[in-house]
């Protein structure tokens, strides 16, 4: 069963289980391999996924994120979008920029 968040929490965020943010986190979140982050609030920070991680982002990221895992877009990365790990991005996303490393 998925772990939900709903308040506001100061950073980092660790995630090594399955994690549905709906509140923000103030500062950073780590995607850990084995872990998914389901976003649906905002984190402030950056977003890292490792490899063997996976963040599905329909809210907001205010930094970047660096995927080394996998990453579904389809809400909005104010920075920018880096890594080698696998990508969907939709449509109506809005990302800040790309780059593959």
């Given at each position: 069963m998925?772990?939900?968040i709903r308040e506001k929490l100061e950073g980092p965020l660790e995630v090594a289980d399955v994690c549905c943010l709906y509140g923000m986190v103030v500062g950073d979140a780590h995607v850990r391999a084995g872990g998914t982050l389901e976003l649906y609030g905002t984190v402030t920070g950056n977003?890292?996924?490792e490899?063997?991680?996976r963040a599905i982002i329909n809210g907001t990221v205010s930094g970047s994120v660096r995927n080394e895992g996998r990453v579904?877009?389809?809400g909005v990365i104010g920075g920018n979008l880096?890594?080698?790990g696998?990508?969907?991005v939709t449509?109506?996303?809005k990302v800040g920029g790309w780059s593959s490393t």
């Amino acid at each position: 069963m998925a772990r939900e968040i709903r308040e506001k929490l100061e950073g980092p965020l660790e995630v090594a289980d399955v994690c549905c943010l709906y509140g923000m986190v103030v500062g950073d979140a780590h995607v850990r391999a084995g872990g998914t982050l389901e976003l649906y609030g905002t984190v402030t920070g950056n977003v890292h996924i490792e490899r063997g991680g996976r963040a599905i982002i329909n809210g907001t990221v205010s930094g970047s994120v660096r995927n080394e895992g996998r990453v579904e877009v389809a809400g909005v990365i104010g920075g920018n979008l880096t890594g080698d790990g696998s990508r969907s991005v939709t449509p109506q996303a809005k990302v800040g920029g790309w780059s593959s490393t």
